[in-house]
Antibody
Framework: EVQLVESGGGLVKPGGSLRLSCAASGFTFINAWMSWVRQAPGKGLEWVGR??????????DYAVPLKGRFFISRDDSKNTLYLQVNSLKTEDTAVYYC??????????????WGQGTLVTVSS | DIQMTQSPSSLSASVGDRVTIACRAGQSIGSYLNWYQQKPGKAPKLLMYGASTLQSGVPSRFSGSGSGTDFTLTISSLQPEDFATYYCQQSYSNPWTFGQGTKVEIK
């Protein structure tokens, strides 16, 4: 069974930093493209960014407004995805989900999703 | 970025009703459109990809249609477990973008 388990969320002051983790199991993580998606309280879904598999270059892409503060990395030896968030702002308060980005012959989609980890930015 | 707009933002319906949710893209995206269902306090779940291909395990009462800029998610006969928020998402051009969501509530 595919499992994605996020951790690392919590309360942080504006300007602070946090590293979120996503522990993956039940699939071949080294071959997977992985994304982070966030959801502010009571709001919709916002794609944060993704990292490709190393065989596909291991490159990262980010939502434009988040570039420069958000950094995605992976440790394939630990089957773990990371999201480093710096210079946190109150508007970064959200549940952060990790998800597998499936790359089909034609289409891409997100499935499944972890349960999410809540990041609260407040003084 | 490609803007995705869903309508309505919310709707009230009864068990057994036929429900239709619309999603419009800011530019043509072919059939690069996915649908997700999210229940309160839970992670989103993939319903459909490629505008009309049902994900394995998703009941056949869900269907999707459309291409270009206009898409539709239809639930043929609403069941109690279908009350949730539904999101469309374009996979045509990175950065991936989502619609704002449509909340389906019990009438």
């Amino acid at each position: 069974e595919v499992q994605l388990v996020e951790s690392g969320g919590g309360l942080v002051k504006p300007g602070g930093s946090l590293r979120l983790s996503c522990a993956a199991s039940g699939f071949t993580f080294i071959n997977a493209w992985m994304s982070w998606v966030r959801q502010a309280p009571g709001k919709g879904l916002e794609w944060v960014g993704r990292i490709k598999s190393k065989t596909d270059g291991g490159t990262t892409d980010y939502a434009v407004p988040l570039k420069g503060r958000f950094f995605i990395s992976r440790d394939d030896s630990k089957n773990t995805l990371y999201l480093q968030v710096n210079s946190l702002k109150t508007e970064d308060t959200a549940v952060y989900y990790c998800t597998i980005e499936w790359v089909g012959d034609i289409f891409n989609w997100f499935d499944p999703w972890g349960q999410g980890t809540l990041v609260t930015v407040s003084s | 970025d490609i803007q995705m707009t869903q309508s309505p933002s919310s709707l009230s319906a009864s068990v057994g009703d036929r429900v239709t949710i619309a999603c419009r893209a800011g530019q043509s995206i072919g059939s690069y459109l996915n649908w997700y269902q999210q229940k309160p306090g839970k992670a989103p779940k993939l319903l459909m990809y490629g505008a009309s291909t049902l994900q394995s395990g998703v009941p056949s009462r869900f269907s999707g249609s459309g291409s270009g800029t206009d898409f539709t998610l239809t639930i043929s006969s609403l069941q109690p477990e279908d009350f949730a928020t539904y999101y469309c998402q374009q996979s045509y051009s990175n950065p991936w973008t989502f619609g704002q969501g449509t909340k389906v509530e019990i009438k």
